[in-house]
């Protein structure tokens, strides 16, 4: 997972035109503040979740903000919602387009539970780090606090007899478990935990040792409540329990399939059936029905997109819940019997205080529309967008400067924001300076424009960069819905030219398995999306297969306990040949978020197969920029280069695009260019660049390097140790750097000063090259900085190789570095007890004796 730490990690993009539109425009050029405010120690969103992997259950499970509503509730007549919707409650009549607003801050307000007698609504309220149980009388509209607990407190519920609620909270130990209160006098009193913690010793990997239970509801008789839990499970958040609403009482599992955090089941009124989300033998969430006590359950709807936190009307006659069919979130209604549905649409938002309108759009140096980055706060730091755009959250901020993540939207539009300070932050890409400004809501009469400027241009001679995001994933389980046309407006927002959308499980299903045959051919000539693969196997390590033609390889990984795809075989090895027969190039995918050792006592589990991938000669590329501590990758990289290797930088972001928390960032944030000799650009174009290693990877500065007149990628032949080599090296940034080094053979070789704004720099020189091994060009910054969503910035290029008197790189420390690595993996492998043949396990272990040997032949030398 991101180490949230700040310590140290061209190409010119092509504009973008979008549609134009005749308005009346003033332009706030003179409003322009001079640049973004730096950020200190970044740290991730609701940090006391002592979770694995928060980037899914932070999606998957907790609320986030939505243009479009999330979460429901019914009015006990069954003639109402309340729902939450950009951040605030709202109720809306079934019969009625209109819909009023409820709660307006001072947070983000989601999950409502409208009280049996009608008075109240119970509900989630993020604030100060913190996400607590908040209380709104639905006549007054005064809300009132109901816990203080400082936790993360979720999904409220009320019993159908109004006196107690159960929520999940971490307030015990920082994870999900169940909680039960009374409620008397406006308050909640004789907080108790239900459920009980325990750990498992079942070999999990995304889910963690001690079992969750979330997703409570009541029984009709307000005796027992009905939750999801992983007890006795390996993958998913587990089956359906039933237990007494008594500390200590006993749980029962009624139904076992494999959830994913969404499954949040309710009872029929009459308390004989319950209605859940599942995507049981399919890739995305519909509604199932299965009796109360458990069994049998079937599907009531069939759709290629999620239908989730499902609610059954009080009379029985109606179920309401959450849809992405159209790429966003609406409300869909569903006769409970019988199936006829329609959408109850917001045509009318009634503010509870006035709200003004502001239209903004981003403008290029030639007065285009231009598609981009855009981020609307208010002084007490929440959040705005158009009604009909897709929002997304940052996954880690500074608490000195904001309250909240920022959030951001992409295009432009109308936004309704309240009266007074609105702080706008507009991004495209890293070819354009970002640029923020301050404006007055109520005294702005016109549409704002904000024009962006490109950085000035690092020269590859003849030829261009283009960049490219190895490593998106278009619909993975997420918020939304998304398609090619809305993945293009992603890529066009943030300035990138090619995305690889690689396909992948999560857990049994494959989420985007239908975006696998869709055609390369672009509806924007200047946008590819390129159809690919993530291998996923977390043994050892996952691999990215981009420009896989025609089909997927299958299962899609191997490894995975208590599964027919259990075996350690396929290994890695075996995937690079069959990717590689159909024409792809392969890579290996967020590696390291700290340098391996392989001589730690006690020994590491390291079984990453990287350094055997190396040896067999299987590796094309490596996302030395990625999801991954990038200096940690590096130091890895550079141990293989110093072995002779030829091994290509890559960088990909592993974006989840359909998400409105990202698990990292946006499309792009995690780029490589490559170089092509000429435009219009083909695939075979840039692949070839970055095959041969024609490439540098970035999260935000663009540089570039020559050594000896040579690109990066090439080779520099020397007749011996001599005089010193020329170089090159060009530096433009959207945020200001702090380090920029000539990296050699592992070390650095020159430090190359940065002077003034600390985001442009052009130098030439000279540097000794006595022996053969490689030269790169980084640049890193000691703290992270807006619009880069990373710890730090952080760019590299590709080696120049060097070859002085035609005498091989030579390290024998590195050479043992990897044969322990292997001699560690080869330990780990031999005790694993799932393989469907010993012929199986011979192979593998053969294979890697085999790679370990190249290792110890480059040590004897």
Known sequence: ???????????????????????????????????????????????????????????????????????????????????????????????????????????????????????????????????????VDTTSGKTTQLTTSGAVNLEPRWSPDGKKIVFVSTQFNGRFHIFRADFSGGKLENVVRLTGESK??????????????????????????????????????????????????????????ETNWKARPDFSPDGSRMVYSSYLGRQWHNLWVMPANGGDA????????DETCVRWSPDGGQLAFISNRDGGTKIVVQEAVGGMRYEMATEIRKYLYPRKTLTIWAKSET???????????????RSYAPDDAWIYADDGFDRSERAFERHYFQGGGEVSVPAGPITIEVSRGYGYKPERLIVDSSKVQSDIEIKLKKLGRIDPGEGEWVGSDLHVHQNYGGTYRNDRATLIKQAEAEGLDIVNNLVVNKEQRFPDLIRAAEPDTPTDPETLVIAGQEFHTSYWGHRGLLNMKDRLLLPGYAGYPNTAAASLFPMNADVYDMAHDLGAIVGAVHPF??????????????????????????????????????????????????????????????ATANYAAPIRGMVGMDRVYAWVPAWPLTLGMWMNGLRHGHTFATNGPLINFTLGKEMVGNELKLPGPGDAVSFTAHLRSVVPMDHLEIVCNGKV???????????????????PVPESGWCVLRTWSEKP???????????????VYITVGNKKPNSPDDANYFAAWIQRTIEVTEKYPDWNSAAEKDLVLRRLHEAKKVYEDLEQK
């Open 367 to 381: 007065d285009s529309d231009v598609p981009a980055r855009i981020s609307l706060t208010d002084s007490a730091g």
């Open 298 to 305: 079937f599907p009531i709807s069939y759709g290629n997109w």
């Open 593 to 654: 978020d700290e340098e391996p050792d392989p001589f730690a006592n006690p020994p590491q589990k390291m079984t990453d197969e990287l350094p055997v991938d190396v040896a067999l000669g299987k590796l094309d590329y490596l996302e030395v920029v990625g999801f991954s501590d990038h200096k940690a990758t590096a130091a890895v990289w550079y141990r293989l280069l110093n072995l002779g290797f030829h091994i290509p930088a890559g960088a990909g972001t592993d």
């Open 200 to 257: 498992s010793d079942l070999p999990r990997y995304y889910y963690s040792a001690y079992n969750t239970e979330i997703n409570p509801v009541w029984t009709r008789d307000s005796k027992e409540i009905l939750f999801v839990s992983n007890r006795g499970h390996i993958h998913g958040t587990g089956g359906f329990w039933r237990m007494r609403a008594e500390p200590g009482a006993e749980a029962r599992e009624i139904h076992y399939e």
């Open 785 to 799: 900085e807006y619009p880069v969503m990373d710890s730090y910035a952080y760019a590299t290029t590709s080696p």
């Open 1 to 135: 997972m991101r180490k949230f730490r700040p310590d140290g990690r061209c190409c010119t993009a092509r504009p973008r035109v979008g549609e134009l539109f005749k308005r009346l425009v003033v332009f706030l050029c003179a409003l322009l503040c001079a640049g973004f405010p730096a950020l200190g120690q970044r740290r991730p969103v609701l940090p006391q979740i002592k979770l694995p992997h928060p980037y899914y259950y932070r999606e998957l499970y907790l609320p986030q903000l939505t243009s479009g509503p999330s979460s429901l509730a019914w009015a006990p007549d069954s003639k109402e919602l309340v729902f939450s919707m950009a951040g605030s409650l709202w109720r809306q009549k079934m019969d009625s387009r209109e819909a009023v607003q409820l709660t307006d801050g001072p947070g983000y307000d989601y999950q409502p539970d409208w009280s049996p007698d009608g008075k109240s609504v119970i509900y989630t309220s993020y604030q100060k780090d913190a996400m607590e149980l908040w209380l």
């Open 749 to 767: 070789a020159k430090n190359l000063p940065l002077d003034g704004k600390r985001d442009a720099a052009d130098f030439t020189g000279a540097i």
